[in-house]
């Protein structure tokens, strides 16, 4: 069975960093591309960030870019997000998803940016 | 940026209503265009991916249609499980976009 579980999320003052991790089992995590995808409370979906199966490439939206680096370790099957300079609009649920399809997701886990 | 617009933005239907949902992008997307649904608290589930190619274990209620910029996801016969907001997705070009989601709602 697929499984992606989101951990690292919290309260943070702005400025502040966090980093979240995205633990992968069930697949071969190091033939997929993987994606962030964040959802701000009571709005709508917004893509975050991308990678590429063996961490060739990395993309970013341009609201995160230079802010935010996504990186991965395919010996531990994890994903991670370094998200620094955090702004109160960065609030959001995070979200880890498998492939250019988005075809399995994760649970979520809520960064929260307020002083 | 590819914008990606859907309409309604909601729409109220009773069980066994068919319910068109559609979805326009602002250039030409081939068929490079996936379907989710949303329920409260919970993450999105892929529906429909390729335009129009059904995801592993979704009904058969689900279809989906289009290429180019239109696009079109429909329920033929609604069931109560199926309340909840759906999104349309590029997978065309980087940054992947989302339309704004319509929310189905019982009348």
């Known amino acids: 069975e697929v499984q992606l579980v989101e951990s690292g999320g919290g309260l943070v003052k702005p400025g502040g960093s966090l980093r979240l991790s995205c633990a992968a089992s069930?697949?071969?995590?190091?033939?997929?591309?993987i994606n962030w995808v964040r959802q701000a409370p009571g709005k709508g979906l917004e893509w975050v960030s991308s990678?590429?199966?063996?961490?060739?490439?990395?993309y970013y939206a341009g609201s995160v870019e230079g802010r935010f680096t996504i990186s991965r370790d395919n010996a531990k099957n994890s994903l991670y997000l370094q998200m620094n300079s955090l702004r109160v609009e960065d609030t959001a649920v995070y979200y880890c998803?498998?492939?250019?399809?988005?075809?399995?997701w994760g649970q979520g886990t809520l960064v929260t940016v307020s002083s | 940026d590819i914008q990606m617009t859907q309409s309604p933005s909601s729409l109220s239907a009773s069980v066994g209503d068919r319910v068109t949902i559609t979805c326009r992008a602002s250039q030409s997307i081939s068929r490079y265009l996936n379907w989710f649904q949303q329920k409260p608290g919970k993450a999105p589930k892929l529906l429909i991916y390729g335009a129009s190619s059904l995801q592993s274990g979704v009904p058969s209620r689900f279809s989906g249609s289009g290429s180019g910029t239109d696009f079109t996801l429909t329920i033929s016969t609604l069931q109560p499980e199926d309340f909840a907001t759906y999104y349309c997705q590029q997978g065309h070009s980087n940054p992947v976009t989302f339309g704004q989601g319509t929310k189905v709602e019982i009348k």
């Open positions: 069930g697949f071969t995590f190091s033939s997929y591309t």
């Open positions: 990678i590429t199966s063996g961490s060739e490439y990395t």
């Open positions: 998803a498998r492939d250019g399809m988005l075809d399995f």
